[in-house]
């Protein structure tokens, strides 16, 4: 059933992703998922697979346990409530909440200003968006499962693609082949990280460069590691990765809602 009242800002504290596991089929992994979770930024879940140790932004990882058995059951529940792209245009938001899933005890006022801002703007596009753009969201596994599957059971989301951890590549790129020929509006973060990665995806797989759009209020920048592009306000190029894109590739928010 969908709830459209359920908002990202509640949604995403602490003791709701722990809520959210607990009540849903991603409980046996309920530790893991967590664990994975609070330490995301130092990508340290290390896992020996054959003679070598590989991360979460290798592909093995995922072949191996837990995350194969969790990727397999977040795909069986993507499956269930994921719709058609009835439309011809579509919201892609990739790690739209990465921030704002971890503890935040760490962060200044300035930055939770910043990152609470930022969410808010995205709810309200969601809330808002025309009737003739469909919403997809590109997340992580460990993401998905701890919060966001909720916001697809909600309908806030017509689809989502697994990516890896502290990229946008995906896991499975065929996912792809159902945005062929549609207008994509690309929002989330981080610019010049995982944003990139997704786009730039795209452009390998010879999407259009005219079919690509950037929603710049909705893209949100590191000012720990992107002190130059908060400063510009730019948006990193996937065409060309030495500039930032032309204005012609950018639009705000308010052109996609109602």
């Not at 459209?4 to 709701?16: C, D």
């Not at 011809?88 to 971890?102: D, G, M, S, T």
């Not at 502290?166 to 945005?179: A, P, R, T, V, W």
Request: aromatic share 12%; with cysteine.
């Amino acid at each position: 059933m969908e709830n459209k009242e359920l908002t990202f800002k509640n949604l995403v504290t602490e003791n709701q992703i722990k809520s959210n596991i607990e009540n849903s089929i991603f409980s046996p992994w309920k530790n893991y998922i967590l664990d994975t979770l609070k330490n995301s930024d130092t990508n340290n879940q290390i896992t020996k697979h054959g003679n070598k140790y590989t991360t979460l932004d290798d592909i093995r990882y995922y072949r191996i346990n837990p995350a194969s058995k969790l990727l397999k059951k977040a795909n069986q529940h993507k499956k269930k409530y994921s719709k058609s792209l009835e439309n011809n245009e579509i919201l892609a938001l990739i790690h739209p909440f990465f921030r704002n899933l971890y503890d935040k005890s760490e962060y200044k006022n300035k930055k939770l200003k910043k990152i609470n801002n930022y969410i808010n703007q995205i709810d309200f596009v969601c809330k808002n968006i025309d009737s003739n753009i469909d919403i997809i969201l590109v997340d992580t596994l460990h993401s998905y499962t701890g919060c966001t599957h909720k916001l697809l059971e909600s309908g806030h989301f017509k689809d989502v693609f697994f990516s890896f951890h502290n990229q946008g590549y995906l896991i499975d790129e065929s996912n792809l082949n159902i945005l062929k020929n549609k207008d994509i509006y690309l929002a989330g973060g981080y610019n010049g990280y995982c944003l990139f990665n997704f786009s730039y995806e795209l452009v390998t797989q010879n999407f259009k460069k005219n079919k690509l759009k950037f929603v710049n209020n909705l893209i949100y920048s590191d000012s720990d590691n992107m002190n130059e592009m908060n400063k510009t306000k730019k948006i990193k190029n996937p065409f060309d990765s030495t500039k930032f894109m032309p204005k012609k590739y950018l639009i705000n928010s308010r052109l996609l809602c109602n």
